[in-house]
């Protein structure tokens, strides 16, 4: 079974440009979550949705970011500018629920690793 | 708010050794416990989960968590570690509605 499909894997790029990191959620969850992870602070959720709707964005650093979720099988998170301080692990997790935030186990895509020079 | 607190950031072992970390977490009501792993360069993966009955639960690769209530503990325990545990390790809790709250990760280097 496909899980969940995070691109690019890895990003490098200079501050002040745009970066888009996407996310195919499993065919059938219905919530999606943005993590950031860094060692510094572990493992941030940044927003998550339900049923393609934003529930919950109070973990987004700033306005620079924003994430979007046409429809069920595709989820953006957009930085811009990126700052160098935005370099980081980006995690897309889906879960089943008919609810948010559903109690069910949360699947985890690779990850895209940004560095942002 | 809830919180996750993980004792160790790094725990270094031999082969065949006991293992056993801690969590702690604060939350007032009912929780769902879960402990997440993270091999050098994956994803994470689920390991194992506690939502109610058997506080003892058993998960994937011999891991096993107990659920304390009294003390607000879900550490996890492994009888004999081999050198591909190797890993990062996550407890994470998710109260009432609540979103999935994740401790900062215990590393867990096995020597052969």
């Known amino acids: 079974d496909a899980g969940v499909i995070q691109s690019p894997r890895h990003e490098v790029t200079e501050m002040g440009q745009e970066v888009t990191l996407r996310c195919k959620p499993i065919?059938?969850?219905?919530?999606l979550f943005w993590y950031r992870q860094t060692m510094m602070r572990g493992l941030e959720l940044l927003i998550y949705f339900n049923n393609n709707v934003p529930i919950d964005d109070s973990g987004m650093p700033e306005d620079r970011f924003s994430a979007k979720m046409p429809n069920a099988s595709f989820s953006t998170l957009k930085i811009q500018p990126s700052e160098p301080r935005d370099s980081a692990v980006y995690f897309c997790?889906?879960?089943?629920?008919?609810?948010?935030?559903?109690?069910?186990?949360?699947?985890f895509g690779d990850g895209t690793r940004l560095s942002i020079l | 708010a809830q919180s996750v607190s993980q004792h160790n950031h790094h725990v270094i072992l031999s082969e065949a050794a006991s293992l056993e970390l801690g969590c702690n977490y604060s939350?007032?009501?009912?929780?769902?416990l879960f402990w997440y792993v993270q091999y050098p360069g994956q994803h994470l993966q689920l390991l194992l989960k506690?939502?109610?009955?058997?506080?003892l639960v058993k998960g994937i690769k011999g891991f096993e968590a107990e659920f304390i209530k009294s003390k607000f503990s879900f550490n996890l325990r492994k009888p004999s570690v081999q050198w591909s545990d190797t890993a990062e390790y996550f407890c994470a809790v998710k109260g009432g509605y609540s979103t999935l709250t994740f401790g900062k990760g215990t590393m867990l280097l096995v020597s052969p």
């Open positions: 997790a889906s879960s089943l629920g008919d609810r948010a935030p559903s109690n069910q186990p949360q699947h």
């Open positions: 939350y007032g009501g009912t929780v769902n």
């Open positions: 065919s059938g969850h219905n919530s």
């Open positions: 506690y939502f109610s009955g058997d506080p």
